[in-house]
């Protein structure tokens, strides 16, 4: 079956310090991959995903299909960065399953 | 980016009334919508997947003929609560993806609902 494990619900961090949110996945086929981040009292909105290899905001986030991972990371985060993020696999080309999230805060 | 509204943002109900929540798409057409719930301090939990002009695809454990959802036209979607309970209580979210190339779109996510039952 499809899973998307976050194992930290809560992740503090001090401004300027590197960030990692985990994410590891489950899933038999191709996955697609994707960070989705919601702002406090914004909607939900799509951060990044796997197969544009972009840097958004400062994260990155590289497809390790061997753990099958799928880490956002951020060298130096910022205080705007706080803010909760889902990590979500895409499959069968029309389904996504979404993580649990996880709540980040920077803290000054 | 493409604009998801929903309708109305908040709503309160005595139990066992029917309540009605909008998904729109404001400046793109939806080919799929997909309706999630959202729980208290846990994930997106999706209910359904509907392409415009056909019957929507529930996810297991949901109740097809408790959360009726008809996509009649590839901007509008809409999630009728039946008979609705207080354990309906909760923030249900609406996402759209339109037409575009590759095998996966862009879900785009409207700000939610927020459901009380009393």
């Known amino acids: 079956a499809q899973r998307v494990t976050q194992p930290e619900k809560l992740l503090s961090v001090f401004k300027g310090a590197p960030v990692e949110l985990k994410c590891n996945y489950s899933y038999s086929g191709s996955p697609e991959l994707f960070w989705y981040v919601q702002y406090s009292r914004q909607r939900l909105q799509l951060l990044l995903r796997h197969i544009s290899r972009e840097s958004i905001k400062g994260f990155t986030a590289d497809l390790n299909k061997g753990e099958t991972s799928f880490h956002l990371k951020k060298p130096f985060a910022q205080e705007e960065d706080s803010a909760m993020y889902y990590c979500?696999?895409?499959?069968?080309?029309?389904?996504?399953?979404f993580g649990a999230g996880t709540r980040l805060t920077v803290k000054p | 980016g493409a604009v998801v509204s929903q309708h109305p943002s908040r709503v309160i109900c005595k139990s066992g009334t029917s309540v009605k929540i909008e998904c729109r798409s404001l400046d793109f057409q939806a080919t799929t919508m997909f309706w999630y719930r959202q729980f208290p301090k846990k994930s997106l939990m999706l209910m359904a997947t509907?392409?415009?002009?056909?019957?929507?695809?529930?996810e297991q454990g949901v109740e097809k003929d408790k959360f009726l959802i008809n996509h009649a036209s590839l901007t509008l979607s809409t999630l009728t609560v039946t008979s609705a309970h207080p354990e309906d209580s909760s923030f249900y979210i609406c996402?759209?993806?339109?037409?575009?190339?590759?095998?996966?779109?862009?879900?785009?996510f409207g700000p939610g609902t927020r459901l009380t039952v009393l």
């Open positions: 509907s392409n415009e002009g056909s019957k929507a695809t529930y």
């Open positions: 979500a696999l895409g499959y069968n080309n029309n389904d996504m399953r």
């Open positions: 996402s759209a993806r339109g037409l575009a190339g590759g095998s996966y779109n862009e879900q785009f």
